[in-house]
């Protein structure tokens, strides 16, 4: 059939234990970054996948020589066996790997060493004809809507970002939603949100937990990178509020570019959320490609978000308009969807008040 999503196989390696303390150049420095650095190194690969002719591939391709054991293990067994420390290297495909990441945050899976390629449905040769055009219709108008990006990101690439849950911390009877909502109304006052949007956005990020480190090295309860805190000055490790100041100052910084470009409030908070995900300069390649295709560049649902999730295409990807290129849009999209949701539960359950504006 069409392609119903895409993948790259990746190889799977344990972070050092003191990889938190670790900057991201000093952490690279110790990982395996290039296929060429398996040179002479075991790495465990499912018997009978395509990861075994990869391995093949970059020996032959590279001249290095890459000890190989094929095993009748399925990837999440070769997953858990690298984070507890019986196996040192596997590769599995990414969007496998980025689930597993999820419950193991001590191992890495950011080393490519493929392509990306589709993945689709395989049917039956002969006599599938009408099959076929019903499968290929269907998937080509529904990979284009929201509810497929919330799904492949609830399932495939991180499952923290497909979970919808209200907080531990929720009560009703307490009227608040994280132990940091202090904070959070604090804050939420210098960039002139609804405390309540703010905490869907931490939820979102880190489930209200102030150490959380993400595969990328982004830190706390505003998944906040080093350098975009150290942009600001802060210390995004020092304590929870330094880490929400940090967010709160990148979330002013992104309203400046985009509070020119988008008139309607509503929508323009769309966009510094998906920017917030996935940087301003993708989501202003988006804007820029459906302004160039006939598309409203200042509305996100079905204009904007269409082309943010068509920069992984090359075609689109490499056009001349483009200016950050390649970007795998669906993350974001979801990342939108579920914040909002998110906001418009916090404010059923907790009506505006004097004290929680």
């Known amino acids: 059939t069409e392609p119903i999503a895409e993948t790259r196989q990746v190889l799977v390696q344990k972070k050092p234990d003191n990889w938190r303390d670790l900057t991201i150049s000093e952490l690279d420095s110790q990982l395996i970054r290039k296929p060429e650095e398996l040179a002479r190194k075991m790495v465990y690969v499912q018997e009978g996948s395509a990861h075994t002719e990869l391995l093949r591939e970059i020996s032959k391709e590279t001249g290095i020589r890459i000890h190989m054991a094929e095993v009748p293990f399925e990837a999440e067994r070769l997953i858990r066996m690298v984070a507890t420390g019986d196996i040192d290297y596997a590769v599995c495909d990414e969007n496998i790997a980025m689930v597993n990441s999820t419950y193991y945050p001590d191992i890495d899976v950011s080393t490519s060493l493929s392509q990306h390629v589709n993945l689709a449905w395989g049917i039956r040769k002969n006599n599938s004809s009408q099959l076929l055009e019903a499968l290929n219709s269907w998937i080509g108008s529904f990979r284009k809507t929201s509810a497929y990006a919330l799904i492949y990101a609830k399932y495939f690439n991180n499952s923290r970002m497909g979970v919808?849950?209200?907080?531990?911390?929720?009560?009703?009877?307490?009227?608040?939603?994280?132990?940091?909502?202090?904070?959070?109304?604090?804050?939420?006052?210098?960039?002139?949100?609804?405390?309540?949007?703010?905490?869907?956005?931490?939820?979102?990020?880190?489930?209200?937990?102030?150490?959380?480190?993400?595969?990328?090295?982004?830190?706390?309860?505003?998944?906040?990178?080093?350098?975009?805190?150290?942009?600001?000055?802060?210390?995004?490790?020092?304590?929870?509020?330094?880490?929400?100041?940090?967010?709160?100052?990148?979330?002013?910084?992104?309203?400046?570019?985009?509070?020119?470009?988008?008139?309607?409030?509503?929508?323009?908070?769309?966009?510094?959320?998906?920017?917030?995900?996935?940087?301003?300069?993708?989501?202003?390649?988006?804007?820029?490609?459906?302004?160039?295709?006939?598309?409203?560049?200042?509305?996100?649902?079905?204009?904007?978000?269409?082309?943010?999730?068509?920069?992984?295409?090359?075609?689109?990807?490499?056009?001349?308009?483009?200016?950050?290129?390649?970007?795998?849009?669906?993350?974001?999209?979801?990342?939108?969807?579920?914040?909002?949701?998110?906001?418009?539960?916090?404010?059923?359950?907790?009506?505006?008040?004097?004290?929680?504006?």
């Open 164 to 357: 919808m849950f209200t907080s531990d911390y929720f009560a009703l009877n307490t009227g608040r939603i994280s132990q940091w909502d202090d904070l959070i109304k604090m804050y939420s006052d210098s960039i002139r949100w609804d405390w309540r949007l703010l905490a869907s956005l931490i939820y979102q990020e880190s489930r209200f937990i102030p150490d959380v480190v993400s595969a990328a090295g982004a830190y706390g309860l505003m998944q906040i990178m080093p350098e975009t805190a150290r942009h600001f000055g802060i210390d995004i490790t020092s304590s929870p509020k330094n880490n929400i100041k940090a967010g709160t100052s990148y979330i002013n910084w992104l309203h400046k570019i985009f509070d020119p470009k988008i008139e309607d409030e509503s929508e323009r908070l769309k966009f510094i959320l998906a920017a917030y995900n996935a940087g301003p300069g993708h989501v202003l390649d988006a804007m820029k490609l459906a302004e160039k295709n006939g598309m409203d560049p200042q509305k996100w649902e079905d204009n904007v978000a269409v082309w943010l999730q068509k920069k992984s295409e090359p075609k689109y990807y490499n056009d001349d308009d483009v200016k950050s290129g390649y970007f795998r849009g669906k993350e974001s999209i979801a990342f939108v969807s579920q914040i909002l949701d998110r906001y418009s539960h916090y404010r059923n359950i907790l009506p505006s008040s004097p004290e929680a504006k």
